[in-house]
């Protein structure tokens, strides 16, 4: 069957080259970055879950692993990683609320996001510094 000159003459849609990334745009492709970090980053928790199920050297192992300063910026992103993709949950919950929905409102959320994700992972990690007491 030929294509007729309508369907022919259609133009393409735009790709991302065409786009200008804008804040939301931009968080929109860091939460999903964020969620495929936290699918990778269980592999994490359930390799030190089973090496505390398995023994106390396999244990130590894992642990001196994650507390090497490789193993700290791992698990320092997957950290912020969770905070981000938290806080991108909990902005997209305020939008279905009816909230935020103008542009400069949604534009000031997006914004903020990277900000506030920084400042809340360092936050935790200096609690978790204070109450592990190092």
Do not use: C
Request: hydrophobic content about 55%.
């Amino acid at each position: 069957m030929s294509k007729s000159a309508a369907t022919r003459a259609r133009p393409l849609s735009p790709h991302l080259q065409i786009y200008k990334p804008i804040p939301t745009m931009m968080m929109s492709i860091v939460h999903r970055i964020t969620g495929v970090a936290l699918y990778f980053g269980i592999v994490l928790v359930i390799a030190w879950l089973l090496a505390a199920a398995t023994s106390e050297s396999w244990f130590n192992t894992v642990s001196a692993i994650y507390g090497s300063w490789i193993g700290r910026l791992v698990l320092f992103g997957l950290t912020w990683s969770l905070v981000h993709h938290l806080l991108g949950g909990i902005r997209h919950f305020v939008m279905d609320t009816g909230r935020a929905l103008d542009k400069q409102g949604s534009t000031r959320l997006a914004t903020m996001m990277p900000f506030i994700s920084i400042a809340l992972t360092i936050l935790l990690w200096v609690i978790g510094y204070m109450a592990r007491g190092a």
